[in-house]
């Protein structure tokens, strides 16, 4: 089991950026696929990245390709989501999520852990 605790959330203006982290504690970090979600007000929790394990297969939500990018850091235990040219519509709490299975699924069913979140505002 893998407990994720996520930070680096914050305000910011449109057009910057914004690195969240998530840190994973347990064992067999390197056998956890990872991907991180949002979560809008009145909207549905939704993908927006994921990395394998190996840190080699990175997948994008089509809204945020070119402007995020994902990675990990398999001697720290810790995913990142490097957020760029951030926009209003990027806000929202931002939840990261691992599974033990291929991780390449875009669904909250596909992922079985879940950290608690960190809140990502972005003003006009």
């Known amino acids: 089991q893998v407990q994720l605790v996520e930070s680096g959330g914050g305000l910011v203006q449109a057009g910057g950026s914004l690195r969240l982290s998530c840190a994973a504690s347990?064992?067999?970090?390197?056998?956890?696929?990872m991907a991180w979600f949002r979560q809008a007000p009145g909207k549905e929790r939704e993908f927006v990245a994921s990395?394998?394990?190996?840190?080699?297969?990175?997948y994008y939500t089509d809204s945020v390709k070119g402007r995020f990018t994902i990675s990990r850091d398999s001697a720290k235990n810790t995913v990142y989501l490097q957020m760029n040219s951030l926009k209003p519509e990027d806000a929202g709490v931002y939840y990261c999520?691992?599974?033990?299975?291929?991780?390449?699924?875009?669904?909250?069913?596909?992922?079985?852990?879940w950290g608690q979140g960190t809140q990502v505002t972005v003003s006009s």
């Open positions: 999520a691992a599974t033990q299975r291929l991780g390449r699924g875009t669904g909250t069913n596909d992922y079985e852990y």
């Open positions: 347990g064992r067999s970090f390197g056998t956890y696929a």
């Open positions: 990395i394998g394990r190996s840190g080699t297969y990175t």
